[in-house]
């Protein structure tokens, strides 16, 4: 059974800055891309960040120079740097994941349960 699970959510004032972390655990054959989401009240789900497994990167415009992605040396655990913080990040922020959990078997998109992120004016 695969699980996501991230940390590091808080409120911050606006300006200031947050790192949260997310980390895969079970069974693990091998993680594709691995992917930051977040969900502002009243609002669709967006993509914030993504990294693939050769550490290419991709940023959604709102977050481009004020957000860094990244995975950690394990490559099972990926952060996200979040500076410069406005009020419109506030939302809840999912870690998502491509995992292969046998060779022999498709990667299939995993979520975690997500964190809160609340930035004060």
């Known amino acids: 059974q695969v699980q996501l699970v991230e940390s590091g959510g808080g409120l911050v004032q606006a300006g200031g800055s947050l790192r949260i972390s997310c980390v895969a655990s079970g069974s693990i054959f091998m993680i594709n891309y691995m992917a930051w989401y977040r969900q502002p009240p009243g609002k669709q789900r967006e993509l914030v960040a993504d990294?693939?497994?050769?550490?290419?990167?991709n940023y959604a415009d709102s977050v481009k120079g004020r957000f860094t992605i990244s995975r950690g040396n394990a490559k099972n655990t990926v952060y996200l740097q979040m500076n410069s913080l406005k009020p419109a990040d506030t939302a809840v922020y999912y870690c998502?994941?491509?995992?292969?959990?046998?060779?022999?078997?498709?990667?299939?998109?995993?979520w975690g349960q997500g964190t809160q992120v609340t930035v004060s004016s």
């Open positions: 990294i693939t497994s050769g550490g290419g990167t």
């Open positions: 998502n994941a491509a995992i292969k959990e046998k060779i022999d078997i498709p990667f299939y998109d995993y």
